[in-house]
């Protein structure tokens, strides 16, 4: 049996068993000692209490967070004018309901105090909102507990939706209670038992943002259309069931341990990647922010250095990402034109590994990285960068790409040489060749050439207006080709080797090496 309601009397006391089991009998989940808070803390005290924004300085404690989608409502917020009245009171009326719902829960868990983004950091403040969402991996990591409002559209809907339970019958009047045959399908998220097919997504699933809080927090209570649902390292619980279910595969926040690791986990980076991109935002200005948390923890167990998205240490391979569902025609000039963030889109990004295994054998690297400018205003790299050029040494080639994008040719001295069959060529944006056949350059990364088989992985460049006074050719990014077909006569790279008859030339006669900065 299910309550109806998601603050009922038993549907919190559910939540509080949960919770204290979790917190005093799971080894992998509890925390070693309290947190030091955020800047800025909500205490909400117990019942009865006044709410009030409390500067923290550096004190300790326990405390929840809260994940909610903004969407079409302005929730209540802090801002410059409004700080100082935040500090003295926030009355409870004046709350959006969802954020009274999180406060009542918050209470009963038996918690004082809870950090709600729209309240605890100053929101007509770019400084201090840029230096804030720099430190959610601490915020989110730090928590004792995580409240997912996951049906909630915005802040005026509140945690208690009424439980969708789809065919269900009511058992008796007074507490609501419904009952229902066993579903053993879930959502898409793989926690609450639904009624409906297994793609059903909550919103805020949907959203970019809350991707890094669910990962980062160490223990989280879900508020979603059918259940109240429990997630944290050792299992799962929901209300429909009595036995808890095991976590299924090692969450992200497992592989990422408070140690720094040997080696640099590319394979977990590329899958998170994969399922962020796909995610929404409702700034894209965000791209990078919305993940910054999970790239400082990665940056740090890993010892690796970050840049847009990308880890310089993956370079230049890194640069090898493609867009496979585009939602937006025109790339963002917020970022630069190499890293994914600067489209919008699923986007998968290759690998040392995963070109191994496309290509036949190992991937020798014909291009190399000389020099990097990285700037992002701050000491960390995580947020957006106001400076971001990648300085390479490599094979380039112009090309001519037809209308339709699949008519590709070298052209050097009046040859030409086709190069659309049994290739692959991606463009990051749809309107990136709009305007006709026009004049790219290819930028060899890594070739092979085995059994008379050439294998290519060119960045697609486009000259770009920026000008650098060393005279080096600046370029922007505007796809990837692939090339992987036995074609009649082979190519050997990076060595030119021209032979002579009949208008005939090698593929590598066709490149010439170049200082390249990438925009």
């Known amino acids: 049996m299910v309550p109806d309601g998601a603050l009922s009397a038993d549907s919190l006391a559910t939540?509080?068993?949960w919770f204290k089991e979790c917190a005093e009998s799971h080894s992998e989940c509890r925390s070693p000692r309290k947190s030091k808070f955020p800047t800025r803390i909500i205490n909400v005290g117990v019942e009865g209490d006044e709410v009030r924004l409390l500067l923290s300085e550096g004190t300790r404690g326990d405390y929840a967070t809260l994940s909610h989608c903004w969407g079409d409502y302005s929730p209540l917020t802090t801002t410059q004018s409004t700080i100082s009245q935040r500090v003295k009171c926030i009355p409870f009326e004046t709350l959006p309901k969802t954020f009274q719902h999180s406060v009542v829960v918050t209470r009963r868990l038996g918690i004082r105090y809870l950090w709600i983004d729209s309240l605890c950091i100053i929101q007509d403040s770019p400084e201090d909102w840029k230096e804030e969402s720099a430190k959610m991996q601490d915020v989110y990591a730090g928590a004792i507990i995580n409240i997912s409002a996951d049906a909630a559209a915005n802040s005026s809907v509140g945690l208690s939706l009424g439980k969708g339970l789809g065919g269900g019958q009511q058992v008796g009047k007074a507490d609501g209670l419904f009952c229902r045959p066993i579903s053993t399908g879930t959502d898409s998220s793989g926690l609450s038992h639904?009624?409906?097919?297994?793609?059903?997504?909550?919103?805020?699933?949907?959203?970019?943002?809350?991707?890094?809080e669910r990962i980062l927090s160490p223990r989280i209570l879900h508020f979603s259309t059918f259940e109240m649902t429990w997630e944290c390292h050792t299992n799962i619980r929901c209300e429909c069931t009595v036995q808890p279910r095991k976590v299924e595969g090692a969450r992200f926040w497992e592989s990422l341990s408070q140690e720094v690791q040997e080696?640099?986990?590319s394979r977990l980076w590329t899958k998170l990647v994969l399922k962020y991109s796909a995610l929404r935002l409702t700034r894209r200005s965000d791209k990078l922010n919305a993940i910054a948390g999970l790239a400082a923890r990665a940056a740090m167990c890993w010892s690796t250095s970050y840049i847009a998205g990308l880890w310089r240490e993956e370079l230049p391979?890194?640069?090898?990402?493609?867009?496979?569902?585009?939602?937006?025609?025109?790339?963002?000039?917020?970022?630069?034109?190499?890293?994914?963030?600067?489209?919008?889109?699923?986007?998968?990004?290759f690998t040392q590994a995963s070109l191994e295994a496309t290509l036949v054998g190992s991937v020798p690297r014909l291009v190399t990285v000389t020099g990097i400018m990285y700037d992002c205003?701050?000491?960390?790299p995580y947020g957006t960068p106001l400076e971001a050029n990648v300085y390479l040494k490599g094979q380039i080639a112009q090309v001519t790409l037809g209308t339709d994008s699949r008519s590709i040719s070298l052209e050097t001295d009046?040859?030409?040489?086709?190069?659309?069959?049994?290739?692959?060529l991606y463009?990051?944006?749809?309107?990136?060749?709009?305007?006709?056949?026009?004049?790219?350059?290819f930028l060899v990364i890594v070739a092979e050439s085995v059994d008379r088989k050439r294998k290519l992985c060119c960045l697609i460049l486009q000259l770009s207006e920026t000008t650098f006074s060393n005279s080096w050719g600046a370029y922007r990014r505007v796809g990837i080709f692939l090339c992987r077909e036995a074609y009649e006569h082979a190519y050997r790279l990076p060595k030119i080797q021209a032979k002579p008859g009949a208008g005939y030339r090698s593929l590598r006669s066709k490149f010439r090496e170049e200082h390249v900065v990438l925009v």
Do not use: M
């Open 15 to 17: 939540a509080y068993e």
């Open 194 to 212: 639904t009624p409906r097919h297994a793609e059903f997504q909550h919103i805020l699933s949907t959203r970019a943002w809350v991707l890094q």
């Open 263 to 265: 080696t640099f986990d």
């Open 317 to 349: 391979i890194c640069l090898l990402w493609r867009v496979t569902k585009k939602t937006r025609n025109a790339r963002s000039a917020d970022f630069p034109s190499w890293s994914w963030t600067s489209v919008d889109g699923t986007i998968q990004c």
């Open 377 to 380: 205003g701050t000491e960390e």
């Open 414 to 424: 009046g040859l030409t040489e086709d190069l659309a069959q049994s290739s692959e």
């Open 427 to 441: 463009l990051d944006c749809v309107n990136e060749n709009s305007a006709g056949a026009q004049q790219y350059h």
